[in-house]
């Protein structure tokens, strides 16, 4: 991105200096990182950590969040730097730390941004000897009354969903079609058991405390949130047990549903527009038919929602549907690692929040315990041609994951589909590629000998493909069409021509032609709808009156 562009990007996401951010220029790192002045990374990272974790911009003007750039580094790189700071800062979870690094295009000042995880409970953070906490604009040493709040906090371990409900009963509060599937799920994961054929006659409270949702027959606020009746809600108050899935498009609209979540999930699932679309390759002209989301990807992602979520912030779980992709919030920090170590499926994660109800989750075949999932959601997506699970983790206090319906760079489409050779560390680095995320200067070399991207640092991107049969390459792009930022350049450098408005038959007849031949008159109209809204969204266009008299002109 460009300066512009990150000073707009921070403005927007740490809008305001407090006691969980703060902006600093520090252009010298490694001096600012190895001085003993008190005002130093390590210091601004205790108070922060032991305010509730936070984030710290460095390489930005103070007041004005004006871009300047970090000039001096010394040693210091993202790889190494939140090992450095956690070896510095005594009791810094390293694990949930993050550095973030931006690079301008046009200017190249770099930019870190520290993502700064809570302390543990009764372990404050300290930086040369000494816990910290901000007061206004000012570090200062921790105050008594800070440190007995730090210090008279719960220790890790407590799992609320293990939680026994006083009063609540099998027969009055569980769901019993919830109960069957439950059975019928339990059944298919232990098909090769010699049992398996007495599960049917199991009474209620064996199979539940079998499956480790009751706990020698007491309801477990695990047990609500699966099987639990829907009104039954009211024993978990005030914790909210939601799911929201809200619709973003040019139709708006939302829905709430509760427990019991073995059931409500596909309800869920239902909702959300799963249309076919096409993909053409290179190499030939008949296309390819996906559907825009794998079923299997929604449902593992809406899972790890509910085994992840952290029930204590009294949050819903959100799930959001705009024209190009689904977006799946949950409450509470990334537990163990990165989402990157579990990408390939090499990594198990050793800790997990609301065990009880994960080991539950497990025996209804609705989750694994062994990081397979977002393995499983990379592999669909690259399966499927389209850009990897994206998770956003600037929120310390929410897991954002974003699941892509659309191509965002055809060049990357263009080359999963004409060279499926390709292993997953190569897709993992050419999807960075097209999302402008950093990348090893070894890699760039590995993916430049291998002929799969083009440009130089830090300015590269995929390389393009071509049709090899030059007979055919007219035919293949009328047929596939032209890419959506085509579309819009082609109307915005209309739309600033003819500065008096232009009707949506006048639109119609300069985009149809441009849209893939594959589609029909309606689904090319379509398309042209969405591609409105999409830029009216982006405040790129804007209309007047209504209905097919509107006008539409370039956004002021």
């Not at 690079?103 to 870190?112: I, N, P, R």
């Not at 389209?386 to 929120?395: E, G, M, R, S, V």
């Not at 950093?438 to 440009?455: K, M, V």
């Not at 409105?532 to 370039?554: D, H, Y």
Request: hydrophobic fraction near 40%; proline fraction near 4%; include cysteine.
């Amino acid at each position: 991105m460009t300066e512009a562009e990150l000073t707009a990007f921070l403005r927007s996401h740490f809008p305001q200096e407090n006691e969980r951010c703060e902006w600093k220029e520090f252009k010298n790192l490694k001096n600012c990182w190895n001085s003993r002045k008190g005002e130093d990374v390590e210091t601004y990272v205790s108070a922060i950590a032991n305010m509730r974790g936070g984030h710290l911009v460095l390489g930005v003007e103070d007041q004005t969040l004006k871009v300047v750039g970090i000039h001096e580094f010394g040693d210091y790189t993202v790889e190494n730097g939140r090992y450095r700071l956690a070896g510095r800062c005594a009791h810094l979870n390293s694990e949930k730390l993050r550095i973030q690094e931006f690079v301008t295009d046009d200017t190249g000042l770099k930019v870190w941004v520290l993502h700064i995880p809570q302390h543990e409970p009764r372990t404050p953070v300290n930086a040369h000897g000494h816990p910290w906490q901000r007061v206004g604009d000012s570090l200062v040493a921790m105050r008594p009354e800070r440190l007995h709040a730090i210090l008279s906090e719960p220790l890790i371990g407590a799992d609320w969903t293990a939680q026994v409900v006083e009063g609540a009963t099998i027969a009055t509060d569980l769901d019993v079609a919830a109960i069957n599937v439950a059975r019928e799920k339990f059944k298919e994961k232990n098909t090769n058991q010699s049992w398996k054929d007495e599960v049917d006659s199991w009474e209620d409270s064996k199979f539940l405390d079998k499956i480790k949702l009751t706990a020698h027959g007491k309801i477990t606020r695990a047990a609500l949130l699966l099987l639990g009746k829907s009104e039954c809600v009211h024993w978990l108050s005030p914790h909210p047990a939601q799911i929201t899935w809200k619709l973003e498009t040019e139709d708006q609209t939302y829905e709430h549903f509760g427990p019991p979540f073995i059931l409500t999930t596909t309800e869920v699932l239902n909702r959300i527009r799963n249309v076919p679309q096409r993909l053409f390759p290179n190499s030939q002209l008949l296309a390819i038919e996906i559907q825009k989301y794998d079923t299997s990807t929604i449902l593992e992602a809406l899972h790890n929602c509910i085994a992840h979520q952290d029930y204590e912030r009294a949050e819903r779980i959100l799930i959001v549907e705009r024209p190009d992709r689904l977006i799946f919030e949950n409450a509470g920090s990334f537990i163990e690692g990165e989402p990157e170590d579990y990408f390939k499926g090499a990594k198990t994660p050793r800790l997990y929040r609301n065990r009880w109800l994960a080991d539950a989750m497990v025996e209804v075949k609705m989750i694994d315990t062994m990081g397979f999932g977002i393995s499983r959601m990379t592999a669909a997506q690259r399966n499927r041609f389209l850009p990897l699970p994206d998770y956003h983790l600037t929120a310390p206090t929410a897991v954002i994951l974003e699941v892509l319906g659309r191509p965002i760079d055809e060049r990357y489409t263009q080359l999963l589909l004409d060279r499926r050779d390709l292993d997953i560390d190569t897709v993992i680095l050419l999807d960075r590629v097209q999302k402008k995320l950093p990348i090893t200067d070894e890699a760039i070399s590995q993916l430049r000998r291998a002929g799969l991207i083009e440009g130089r640092k830090p300015n590269i991107f995929v390389a393009s493909a071509i049709a090899e049969a030059t007979g055919t390459q007219a035919d293949y792009t009328q047929t596939r069409g032209v890419s959506d930022e085509r579309l819009v350049s082609t109307l915005l450098e209309h739309l600033q021509r003819f500065r008096g408005g232009t009707s949506r038959p006048a639109i119609d007849q300069l985009l149809m032609p441009m849209v893939s031949k594959s589609l029909n008159s309606k689904q090319k109209k379509n398309k042209i709808t969405n591609l409105l809204a999409a830029m009216k969204r982006a405040e790129q266009i804007r209309s007047e009156g209504r209905g097919p008299g509107a006008k539409w002109f370039v956004a002021e």
